[in-house]
């Protein structure tokens, strides 16, 4: 009877976005070697959490490689289009929403944003590469009936370089699929973006630096925001499209609002408090803010109990302080 009532709640709120002060209230769903079973959906659901984002994933050798091999018998189930579809069931049957998020994983990590060929040929061969990889996603959105679809993720060099390509890009995928579309540009990248216009929402991967600090206050973090602040809010307003959160998240480690963005593995000490701190700050800030869609924390482990803890220095807020934050924040913007 208790699950009855969550979902007839969720499917109450999802039935009713954009009538209230409600928010997307997202996490990232990181893909598993397993398929999702119920109660690793309950435990989103437990933090008010009304979106997920599904990520498979497309794979290139070298950041000079216009070949993306994906969708194989050698990745995560989660990270296949098989897995991809069967988590979107699992997370609709809870009345959770989908953002579907094809990602690219570039050999030993190298930031996608680098992503750049050195002949003409080598681009229309990424072009060929990416086009299919996103068309097979943007198909499966569109069967599935997923909320957002994501273009693209912090892919700087290759959306400068061929903006015809995305123009064409977004116009087949329209084609195909009929929900809202999102481009996740790197927090230093979106004010550069040349196709807002053909978009849903103005998809910003949030890794500001805000402080210096070890530990830094929340005022302080809240004076950090003004000047990113400012300029989100002149873009939404420039382009009349919503901000969405692509992502935003901050490790539960020392200093980590003097750069966001670090995915090594640092041996800075954990701290909770500038985690909180930073979270309560983002919550402040944003979403009471008209013109800002709503978020997806970075980042969300299936294995919910092994998950984070006191003792892990990593993005997740599970098992930690912080996760209470995210949970009172995303309650009193769950009412639509």
């Not at 579907?100 to 190298?110: A, E």
């Not at 630096?209 to 602040?229: D, F, H, M, Y």
């Not at 989100?232 to 919503?242: F, R």
């Not at 983002?282 to 013109?291: C, G, P, R, V």
Request: aromatic share 14%; charged share 25%; hydrophobic share 40%.
């Amino acid at each position: 009877m208790k699950k009855l009532a969550i979902l007839f709640l969720c499917s109450m709120q999802l039935a009713c976005i954009g009538k209230g002060n409600g928010k997307i209230n997202g996490v990232s769903f990181v893909a598993s070697r397993q398929a999702v079973v119920q109660g690793q959906v309950d435990e989103i659901l437990n933090i008010y959490a009304n979106s997920a984002a599904v990520m498979p994933f497309g794979f290139i050798r070298e950041v000079n490689n216009p070949q993306i091999t994906f969708n194989t018998d050698r990745q995560w189930f989660g990270e296949t289009k098989k897995g991809a579809a069967q988590y979107i069931h699992m997370l609709h049957e809870n009345g959770v929403s989908v953002m579907m998020k094809p990602q690219i994983w570039i050999s030993k990590g190298i930031f996608t944003g680098k992503l750049k060929m050195d002949n003409e040929q080598h681009w229309q061969q990424l072009e060929e590469s990416y086009r299919h990889f996103m068309m097979t996603y943007a198909r499966l959105a569109a069967e599935r009936k997923v909320d957002i679809l994501c273009i693209g993720t912090e892919l700087e060099q290759f959306v400068q370089a061929r903006p015809e390509f995305w123009n064409m890009l977004i116009a087949e995928i329209r084609e195909t699929y009929k929900g809202k579309l999102t481009y996740a540009a790197n927090w230093d990248e979106f004010e550069r973006v040349p196709f807002w216009e053909q978009l849903d929402y103005i998809g910003v991967d949030a890794y500001f630096p805000l402080s210096e600090a070890k530990t830094p206050t929340v005022n302080e973090l809240i004076a950090g925001w003004q000047p990113w602040k400012s300029k989100l809010a002149a873009l939404s307003t420039e382009k009349q499209k919503p901000i969405l959160f692509t992502e935003y998240g901050y490790r539960s480690m020392d200093y980590t609002a003097k750069k966001p963005w670090l995915v090594d593995r640092t041996e800075e000490k954990p701290n909770m408090v500038s985690q909180v701190n930073c979270k309560k700050a983002i919550y402040a800030e944003f979403w009471n803010e008209k013109w800002f869609a709503g978020g997806y924390v970075w980042k969300w482990f299936t294995d919910h109990k092994n998950a984070g803890g006191e003792n892990d220095n990593r993005f997740t807020p599970q098992n930690k302080p912080s996760l209470k934050v995210v949970s009172e924040n995303y309650k009193k913007y769950s009412e639509y």
